[in-house]
Structure formats: structure tokens, C-alpha cells
């Protein structure tokens, strides 16, 4: 992005007003696409529509900003739609390297959370736009409606749907992140030993695990469904994993695999009752370039 100045001591008000809204408008762009790259591909789009309009028309520069991302992030999740349909293997959303703060606006991390963000790959794309614009960000109707060029009467119709969706498929309790990182740590020590008995012992009887690596590299092309599974699974990839740690991702507590100093794979866990219901590796190396530094969440 190019930033214009007006004088050598502070930029215009064009610019001004996009870098106040920027980490909002990233993750308005993320939680509809699920992927950082496509996001940051929106945000330089909506700079270039936003430095042609005429500021002394706009009342709302928040919400004209977000209107411009939507429209572009709707474009872009169609032909992203299409592009999931020849992927090879399991589809996850990129993950986000995200500082421990972002775990404290509880509802903001759900909402970014990998089994959220797999859920909401559900939703058409219009629904999966009013979901997000008015149940995380809280827009009114009349301004979702906008976002989206619909009335607010069929704004509210898609909003109903969308959340009974919704409702049918999240996580039905909240973890809080010390229970999270409890049980990660403990999935992390029976990886790390191979014991497999712990390994049970740590997930549930139904646990889903997806694996994502694009065809680029190796990864499980179907999910592997029950505990018995899914540890002789882990078991035989064990050895291979390098070394793990315990990071931030996307809100939650998550794993880390490295080798030779280079991320190989981030797994995102979901946790209910205590025990690992889904884990979510990610592979592809095109999905891990954002773990290099922290990305802010906003809303």
C-alpha cells in the first residue's frame, strides 16, 4: 500500500483513516475467506477503491471501509469457492500466528477459532458475509444490508438462517485457554514419548482428525474419525514430527512442528468435556507464512 502525504509530517486523511481501520478490515476479510493471503489481497484492493471516493461525502468512514472490504471479500470468496472445489485432500483455513491478548475478547476468538472457521465454510457466501458482519461485529441490519446490496428486511431472513446454521454445527461449550493448554500439553508429552496409551487417554472416543497439505506434501487425504484410528495415525508420523511447542493460534492455544528452524505443520485442537474432539493439521507450506510474526485481530 502507498501511502500519501500532504506534508512531511503526517499522511492524508484517505490514509489516515484506512491504517486506524486496517486490523479490522483484516479480520472482517479473514473470517469470511479463512485465508490470510486472500485477506491481505482484499485490504489492498479495498486501498486503491478507497483512495478514489470522495471523503467529503462520507459520514461513516468505518463503516464505508467495511462496506468496501465486504464487496471485494464476496467477489473473492467465489472464485475461492471454486478453487476449494479441485484441492487436493482436506481444505482447512490458514492459520494465524496471534498474540495471547487476542484470547481476552472471548467472543472474537471464537469466531477465528479453526472449528468456527470450518464451520462457517458452510454458509453461502452472502449468508457466511451477514453471519460475520452481525453476529461478530455487531452491524446493524441497515448496514450489513449495505455491505452486502440487500434490504434489511432480507438482511434479517439471511441472518436467522445463518445463525440457526451456526447454532446446528459450533462447539456447544466455551474452553477457556488454560483448560485448552492443559490438555494440549499433555497430548504434546504423549506425542513426544509415543505413548499411545496417553494419547488415548486424551481424546475422545469420536475425535475427527483433518489434515491439510495441499498435495504439496504429505498429509492424510480423508479424515481419520475414532480414537484407535487417529492415535495409530499419530503414532506412525511421530517420529517424523521434529520439535513441538506450545503457540497461539487464531485465538487458542495450538502446536507448533518444526524441523531444522522451519515450521512444517501447526495443528489447532478443539477440546469438549475435557478431551480432544477435532484436530486440524496444517501442511501445505503455502498456508504457513503468516507464522513468522503475530497478526493483530480487531473488531
Avoid: C
Avoid at 32 to 60: C, I
Avoid at 87 to 101: C, I, K, N, Q, S
Avoid at 143 to 159: F, N
Amino acid at each position: 500500500m502507498r501511502v500519501r502525504h500532504i506534508d512531511s509530517d503526517r499522511p492524508d486523511p484517505a490514509t489516515e483513516a484506512f491504517v486506524a481501520h486496517r486490523n479490522l478490515l483484516f479480520t472482517v476479510a479473514y473470517e469470511m475467506l479463512g485465508s490470510a493471503a486472500d485477506a491481505e489481497d482484499v485490504l489492498q484492493e479495498t486501498w486503491l477503491k478507497w483512495v478514489g471516493v470522495d471523503l467529503a461525502l462520507v459520514r461513516d468512514p468505518r463503516a464505508y471501509l467495511v462496506r468496501i472490504t465486504t464487496r471485494q471479500a464476496l467477489t473473492r470468496l467465489r472464485s475461492l469457492s471454486r478453487r476449494k472445489e479441485s484441492y487436493v485432500g482436506t481444505w482447512l483455513p490458514e492459520p494465524l500466528l496471534t498474540a495471547p491478548d487476542a484470547a481476552q475478547d472471548v467472543e472474537l476468538a471464537e469466531s477465528v477459532s479453526m472449528a468456527m472457521l470450518l464451520v462457517l465454510e458452510t454458509l453461502k457466501p452472502t449468508e457466511r458475509a451477514v453471519f460475520v458482519l452481525r453476529e461478530v461485529f455487531d452491524l446493524s441490519y441497515d448496514e450489513v444490508a449495505e455491505a452486502v446490496g440487500k434490504t434489511p428486511a432480507a438482511v434479517r431472513q439471511i441472518a436467522h438462517r445463518a445463525r440457526s446454521h451456526v447454532a446446528a454445527r459450533r462447539p456447544r461449550e466455551h474452553v477457556s485457554p488454560a483448560e485448552t493448554r492443559a490438555v494440549l500439553a499433555a497430548f504434546r508429552s504423549a506425542l513426544e514419548t509415543g505413548d499411545l496409551r496417553r494419547l488415548l487417554d486424551v481424546m475422545a472416543p469420536d475425535v475427527v482428525f483433518l489434515a491439510d497439505g495441499g498435495g504439496v506434501v504429505r498429509a492424510a487425504l480423508e479424515p481419520v474419525v475414532g480414537s484407535d484410528d487417529v492415535g495409530r495415525f499419530l503414532g506412525g508420523v511421530a517420529e517424523r514430527m521434529g520439535s513441538l511447542r506450545i503457540v497461539e493460534v487464531n485465538g487458542h492455544p495450538a502446536l507448533l512442528f518444526e524441523r531444522d528452524g522451519a515450521v512444517e505443520t501447526v495443528m489447532a485442537v478443539r477440546v469438549e468435556r475435557g478431551l480432544i474432539s477435532g484436530l486440524y493439521a496444517v501442511r501445505n507450506p503455502a498456508k504457513l507464512s503468516h507464522l513468522g510474526q503475530e497478526t493483530t485481530l480487531s473488531r
